[in-house]
């Protein structure tokens, strides 16, 4: 996926489903949403602001697909 700054992305949905199976976590992986604050170069990590976070998280790029 070529994502570039400002992008809103979310996790892809596999990922998301394995992060929120049997762990008891809260947040809902599914429906969070975010944008992406930056792309190192070659394009293999993304620093992503999630909506309802205050923090930065950096993921893989293959983990995140584009928001519609």
């Not at 949403?33 to 394009?43: E, F, L, Q, T």
């Amino acid at each position: 996926m070529n994502v570039q700054r400002g992008d809103r992305v979310r996790l892809a949905p596999n990922l998301a489903e394995r992060l929120m199976h049997g762990q008891g976590r809260k947040a809902n992986w599914l429906a969070r949403r975010g944008v992406v604050i930056r792309v190192s170069k070659p394009a293999d990590n993304v620093v992503v602001k999630w909506d309802d976070r205050s923090t930065i998280d950096s993921w893989p790029t293959r983990a995140l697909k584009k928001a519609t």
